[in-house]
């Protein structure tokens, strides 16, 4: 806390004789004009700051609080790096470092390894299945007792929908061209692709380019036109396969510390759950809207060639991505339950999103 | 104003000496204990209370505005008819009558010709691209604009997704079969039907189930298995087509009272709007899980068959909608702009769509 702060808070409580009793205490705290306790939170995040779509959803999480609770709670965001690095923000979040992380389930397997079912796996849920099975099919309650012993509350908070399979500088024709291929690409998707006979690398966004353009691998996932424009992906690739098999419509996700949020009164829990709901819509409009734009400029303005994976090898994929689900589950009893959860979701949802959503993206032409 | 509040804002104003000044005056406002003013506002809707989906997605919103903002804004819902008829709501929140309103734009067609486009048009954007289009395409913007003289302030707050094309009792196998179909089917829905010979015909809700038990109609759309199955039209239809071509992802509005509105300090401008956002979010990933689960019903427990509509009857339909909605545009220079606006968004966005969304629902087998 800064002494400023401290002084301020205990000059404005000495003012506000009569009203709601406040004193300058721990966790950042000093006063409102009307008594009431003001808080100064920190946001870490595992992204750059305001790197489009999720630092940005991220910086409007923290600006929605902020006004919404007309500044009772301050949220200042770090990016990944700037307070911690990018992959300790559930640790810090988790003891208190920060009170709130803006981050993806996915990078947390080793800590939890149900987590990566919150947001995004291998053939998994689209952007508004995720949506339907955390809000309204159990899937947030699963997600708040995996976290509880972390001393975490995590909220839904952005989605990118589906991303794209990602930049080839070799042609998938047959699942015996995934057979030697060197491709960037993390988590489960690594590891499906690996079945196949593919050798995953993990680098960070900032070296894909480089990689790419020095042979050192032969293709990379990143997300989809909207951020992938900005790395310049097409001019070292020849190219550009979907749809995103590997990341469906990854959730992505605000953390709070719960010793923090159960401290907060009734109203301000319920300003912080509502705001992370308002950017889970919003992200995925950004998304939506920036994605269009950019894929025309990938393909109009420079020449990109967009090609479908065949069926085949998605087949392939599908099968290798349930392998290693299933032995997930049964390797540990929560994942069990979570992959249950999901799969009895995914199951009913595909039959009503095949004569819904599908058959009217069809049907439109 | 009920006399009780006035004076239990006297007392609690007398005794908050110190903290903010707050005095009973007009807009059903009292005093909260910090000495802020503490409004009743009440919000009718066009849904009957608790109709599942949209009336739940009512009661959410007006929950999440009255618990975010710690009782300083209280909002009790009414529902049709219960303060004012249905279709009186646009009316009543934009002289005072209530401060908020629960229902959808496509209503309102006859005080704005534009109206429909906020809702949804035949063949129009589907929820994912609704939000991207007004959140982050343009959207939002002018519907401010057209509701402004209105004295309203519009939200988007809920989507359906895409419903049901409807329940029959005579195939649908050529452009021929709607020739002299009598069909429950409001709106510009209704319009394209009457341009292939159909008769379409407005009828409330309730009265579904007996018109077509008695073979008054042939057919009628509803919304999707969710709310069709609460219905029992499967009792009395022989055929349940898809998709639904007329309400591909229709947005369901919260309009405010502008004069409220600007008068609220800003934190709570940014709850009404921030919770709006939220119920967006929620009520779509309702009618995602529980149509999934009565199409299941309906298919595996009531025996109902599915039919796809034939590609020959979807391009007539599509043709026809796009008549109409040009020659809407052509007769009113706002329509215009927004079918301009939205066909600009539906262009980019159909390709997008194609290879991610489309693409990945296929591809998941």
């Not at 010793?259 to 308002?278: M, N």
């Not at 009503?352 to 032409?365: F, H, K, P, T």
């Amino acid at each position: 806390m800064k002494r400023r702060n401290l002084l301020q808070g205990a000059g404005i409580a000495a003012l506000a004789a009569g009203a709601a009793a406040c004193a300058p205490r721990s966790g950042g705290a000093d006063c409102t004009e009307g008594g009431g306790e003001k808080r100064h939170w920190k946001m870490v995040t595992t992204w750059p700051s305001n790197f489009p779509g999720l630092g940005t959803g991220a910086a409007l999480f923290a600006d929605l609080v902020t006004k919404a609770s007309g500044g009772r709670i301050t949220v200042k965001v770090y990016g990944g790096g700037e307070l911690v690095p990018p992959f300790e923000v559930f640790d810090a979040v988790s003891r208190g470092t920060a009170e709130l992380g803006h981050c993806a389930a996915y990078y947390w397997k080793g800590k939890a390894a149900a987590a990566p079912f919150f947001c995004s796996v291998p053939f998994g849920l689209n952007a508004q299945e995720m949506n339907g099975w955390l809000l309204q099919g159990g899937g947030l309650e699963l997600w708040r007792e995996l976290y509880a012993p972390f001393n975490l509350v995590p909220f839904p908070c952005g989605n990118t929908g589906v991303q794209m399979a990602g930049w080839f500088n070799r042609e998938i024709n047959t699942v015996a061209d995934l057979r030697g291929l060197k491709m960037r690409i993390p988590g489960l998707g690594g590891e499906v692709i690996a079945r196949l006979g593919a050798t995953p690398v993990n680098l960070p966004g900032a070296e894909l380019f480089t990689a790419m353009q020095s042979g050192a691998i032969d293709a990379t996932e990143w997300v989809s036109p909207y951020n992938d424009l900005a790395f310049g992906l097409h001019r070292v690739a020849k190219y550009y396969y979907y749809p995103g098999w590997q990341e469906p419509g990854p959730t992505l996700e605000a953390i709070v510390n719960k010793t923090a949020y159960d401290a907060l009164p009734a109203d301000l829990q319920e300003i912080v759950s509502t705001c992370a709901l308002a950017v889970n819509d919003v992200m995925l409009a950004e998304y939506t809207a920036r994605n269009r734009t950019a894929l025309e400029q990938l393909v109009d303005e420079h020449g990109v060639e967009l090609r479908p994976l065949p069926s085949s090898v998605l087949a392939a994929l599908r099968r290798a991505s349930e392998e290693i689900l299933s032995e997930m589950a049964a390797a540990d009893p929560f994942v069990d339950r979570v992959y249950r959860s999901m799969r009895e979701f995914a199951i009913r949802s595909k039959a009503w999103q095949a004569i819904s959503e599908e058959a009217y993206l069809d049907a439109r032409g």
